[in-house]
């Protein structure tokens, strides 16, 4: 049975829009609430039970408004909380964004960075990852303690974000083919990692999520039928229009 209840896309701020932007072009028809938890973001440097304890109540607040599937648009979020929503909730379709190391080490002689946040980078999930793709190959990981929260502050490709790229970059200047961007939020600064590193290539999972979120959705013949663009709501638990506002630059980037 087709349906026109929303899709919801959950990130600790504006990070998730990110994902909205290839699910809106995947599935444009589609009806889109996006909530942000600005007020408590950035999450990647908080503990895993707070992390869990807020993304928890978010999920739950995004169900009460009848979601037909929630995206966990968020690498943080999704190692620390994914397998217990999915306990909790049963049957409502929870779809799940980690870092794309499959892929990147996929390529011969692959020298792969992975930027996320120390949250996502410490938890067992990311080490099961490792474990299950990347034993055999070269992999620097890289916690980004304030790239989040700057992206959050509304700086994209500017000389604030660049000054710390640039720091936190220069070990890798000339020693990575390929940089994984495990953190939603990376994608609005990909330009001036590119502008430090060179000639990486570029990996993030958010194509690959809003092709999930298609095929769960046709599995369980939960797509939307209309014909017409769908509609989409920003929601936070921060300052409205602030965050709205940035969210629909970002969507344009
Ligand atoms: N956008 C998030 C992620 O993908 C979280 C960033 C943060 O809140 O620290 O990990």
């Given at each position: ?25 995947l ?23 707070d ?7 978010s999920v ?7 979601a037909k599937?929630?995206v966990?648009?968020c690498n ?7 397998d ?5 909730y049963?049957d409502?379709?929870i779809i799940g ?11 011969s ?11 996502t980078l410490s ?6 990852l490792?474990e ?7 992999v ?8 989040a929260?700057?992206?959050e ?14 720091e936190?970059?220069a ?17 609005f600064v990909q ?5 430090i ?15 999930e979120?298609k ?11 209309s014909?017409?663009?769908?509609t ?9 229009e602030?965050?709205e506002?940035l ?6 980037l």
């Open positions: 049975m087709a349906s026109n209840r929303p899709i919801a896309v959950f990130d600790s701020g504006v990070g998730g829009i990110s994902i909205l932007r290839k699910l809106t072009e599935l444009p028809n589609e009806n889109y609430i996006y909530f942000g938890d600005s007020k408590n973001a950035p999450y990647g440097s908080r503990s895993h039970d992390i869990r304890r807020l993304t928890f109540e739950d607040k995004l169900v009460s408004l009848s599937a929630v966990i648009a943080t979020a999704t190692s620390v909380a994914i217990g929503l999915r306990e909790h049963g409502l379709p964004v980690e870092p794309a190391i499959k892929p990147a080490v996929s390529q002689g692959a020298r792969v960075l992975v930027m996320a946040t120390p949250a938890e067992e999930r990311f080490a099961a490792m299950r793709y990347a034993q055999n190959s070269t620097h990981l890289l916690p980004c303690h304030r790239l929260h700057l992206i502050q509304g700086h994209t490709d500017d000389d604030v974000v660049r000054s710390y790229l640039g936190i970059l070990p890798y200047v000339g020693n990575v083919s390929s940089v994984v961007l495990g953190c939603t939020h990376y994608p330009k001036s990692i590119k502008a590193l060179g000639d990486v290539e570029i990996f993030d999972g958010a194509s690959g999520t809003a092709r979120v095929r769960r959705l046709a599995c369980l013949s939960l797509l939307n039928d014909s017409t663009r769908g989409l709501d920003i929601l936070t638990s921060g300052d409205a602030q965050f506002e969210c629909r630059r970002l969507l344009e």
